[in-house]
């Protein structure tokens, strides 16, 4: 069965380090990948997404990620943090068992940012 | 609006009671999908609906969850005899799902209706 592993629950960072958050799939073929950030009491909003092609996605608010598929891995990067940053990052994947496309998400990573 | 409208916002309600939890997707999306988010679970697929008919299902919990959507746009997803093991965020998505075998159109996500069983 398709998963998502981020392992790091909660991370620090100072305001103005650069950040990376980890996440992995498990995944025979080529998947669909997302990243999504939550603020608190608000919904899901997508960073970026990877569905082929150029192993370095672009995102909003000046993050990126990687797709490694010798590692499984998807990892979220960001040169400089922002207080703004503060949020749950989820690393999601597309089912590909299922008609429709329904997310399997990590369990997601709570990010604070130290002034 | 241009997102994803959930309402209400926050219920709480009494251990055995019917609550229905409505969603309107963006306009022009045909595929919308309802999530769970609970601190023990984290997020979980309920239900997808693919205009108005719900292709997969497979995420309800139990027969006392059902989910409908009418005329290709609004959704309600009803719970009833509710439990406590039934508190959580519910969170409604939407996207321009074509009904291939999988989407890779990002999904929309509302702000969610928190839930809490007393």
């Known amino acids: 069965a398709q998963s998502v592993t981020q392992p790091d629950i909660h991370i620090t960072v100072s305001e103005g380090a650069s950040l990376e958050l980890r996440c992995n799939y498990s995944?025979?073929?080529?998947?669909?990948l997302f990243w999504y950030v939550q603020s608190p009491g608000q919904g899901l909003q997508l960073l970026l997404k990877y569905f082929s092609g150029d192993t370095l996605v672009q995102g909003i608010k000046g993050f990126e990620a990687e797709f490694k598929r010798s590692q499984s891995s998807f990892n979220l990067r960001k040169p400089s943090v922002h207080w703004s940053d503060a949020a749950e990052y989820f690393c999601a994947v597309v089912s590909l068992y299922n008609q429709g496309g329904k997310l399997i998400f990590g369990q997601g990573t709570e990010l604070s940012v130290k002034p | 609006g241009a997102g994803v409208s959930q309402s209400p916002s926050n219920k709480v309600t009494e251990k055995g009671k019917d609550v229905e939890l409505r969603c309107d997707p963006i306009?022009?999306?045909?595929?919308l999908y309802w999530y769970r988010q609970s601190l023990g679970q984290g997020l979980e697929f309920l239900i997808y609906f693919q205009g108005n008919s719900a292709p997969d299902k497979s995420g309800l919990p139990s027969d006392r969850f059902s989910a409908e959507r009418t005329g290709g746009s609004v959704s309600t997803l009803t719970i009833q005899r509710t439990q406590q093991e039934d508190s959580a965020v519910y969170l409604c998505?939407?996207?321009f799902g074509q009904g291939t075998p999988y989407s890779n159109q990002p999904q929309h996500f509302g702000d969610g209706t928190r839930l809490s069983i007393l």
């Open positions: 998505a939407s996207s």
């Open positions: 306009s022009g999306h045909t595929a």
């Open positions: 995944y025979g073929a080529t998947p669909y």
